[in-house]
Structures are given as structure tokens and as C-alpha cells.
């Protein structure tokens, strides 16, 4: 019988020497892994801290908009109210005015140029009449509170006019109350 460890082709010595080129392997593959997970772990990080800046701009962001937005709506109100006042001053005018004077003709002219300041004042921040008597009835645009069966006018077209409405660009702000023709 031989030696064990004189013989190269000993089994005891084959599988020592598997098991070495196994560890080692295992060795380089646990140091490529945790190469990996270094990696991962840096770029994990980096997203991470980009989320974050994210984050904290879009807060920033929505608490501005919020201010510019309140603030907007604060400015367009003392711009209106700016210009309301101007026909206020005209109705205190006309008043004192109106103490003295027995003439009627006087007080429908001064009630007429105040009337048509305040619609000029209105017109100029974007109030518009809505268009009613002679056009075909819109929903969008009118409210039909009576409808007169008549042969004059087509069916649908608005033949009076009860009350005025208005829009603000593409914004009803209230709709015309209307009396629409409807077939005999």
C-alpha cells in the first residue's frame, strides 16, 4: 500500500484541493458582491439625496404658488375696489348735488352718466354683457324662465330679455333669464 499524500491521484488530495479553488473562488465572488452592494448602496444614495432636494423644491414650490396665488387674488380685489371707489366719489357728488335741484331732466342725466361709469368701470376689469334678445337660445349662456308660443320668431330664439347677464371671458357669471319663442 502506498502513502495517501505521495499519490497525486489520492482522492483525499482532490477534493482538498477542489474545496481550496472553491474557497478561493468563493472568496473573489463575496468580494465582487460586496464591490456590487458598494455600488448599488453609492448610487442608492445619490437617488436618494436627489429625491430629497426634490421633495423639499416642490414644498417650496407649492407654498410659493400658494402666496403668489393670495396674493393675486388680493391685488385683483384692491385693483377693483381702486376703481369702484372713483364711482362712489361721482354718487356722493350726485347726491349733494340732487339737495338743490328741482329739475328731474338734471337728476336722470346725472344718474345716467353715473350708471354708465360704473359699466365702463366693469367693463375695464373684464365684465361682459352676454347677448340675448334675437339669438338662438344656449344654455351655457341663458336660463329660459318662459317660453311664448309664437309664429314672428324661429323657435328658440330668445324674444325678451328679463334679466341681463353677464360673463368674464370664457366665465358666466350669471346667465340671462330669458323668454324664449316656442311653436305655435
Known amino acids: 500500500m502506498s502513502d495517501n ?5 489520492n482522492e ?35 437617488l436618494n439625496q436627489q429625491y430629497v432636494r426634490l421633495a423639499a423644491d416642490f414644498d ?17 380685489t384692491e385693483t377693483a375696489l381702486t376703481k369702484l371707489i372713483e364711482v362712489l366719489d361721482n354718487f356722493e357728488r350726485a347726491n349733494k348735488a340732487l339737495e338743490n335741484v328741482e329739475d328731474i331732466e338734471k ?50 330664439t330668445i324674444i325678451a330679455e328679463l334679466r341681463k347677464g353677464y360673463k368674464m371671458g370664457d366665465k358666466v357669471l350669471r346667465p340671462t333669464m330669458v323668454n324664449v319663442a316656442a311653436a305655435e
Not at 21 to 34: A, G, L, P
Not at 61 to 75: D, F, M, P, V
Request: charged share 35%.
Open 12 to 46: 483525499n488530495v482532490i477534493s482538498e484541493e477542489n474545496n481550496e479553488v472553491k474557497n478561493e473562488e468563493s472568496i473573489e465572488e463575496t468580494e465582487e458582491k460586496s464591490e456590487e452592494s458598494s455600488d448599488l448602496q453609492k448610487k442608492f444614495d445619490v
Open 60 to 76: 417650496n414650490y407649492r407654498k410659493r404658488q400658494a402666496q403668489e396665488r393670495e396674493s393675486l387674488i388680493n391685488y385683483g
Open 5 to 9: 499524500k505521495s499519490n497525486p491521484f
Open 107 to 156: 337728476v336722470k342725466e346725472s344718474f345716467d352718466l353715473i350708471q354708465k361709469q360704473v359699466y365702463e368701470t366693469l367693463t375695464k376689469l373684464g365684465l361682459e354683457e352676454i347677448k340675448a334678445i334675437g339669438e338662438e337660445f344656449d344654455p351655457n349662456f341663458h336660463e329660459a324662465v318662459m317660453q311664448t308660443p309664437t309664429s314672428e320668431h324661429p323657435e328658440h
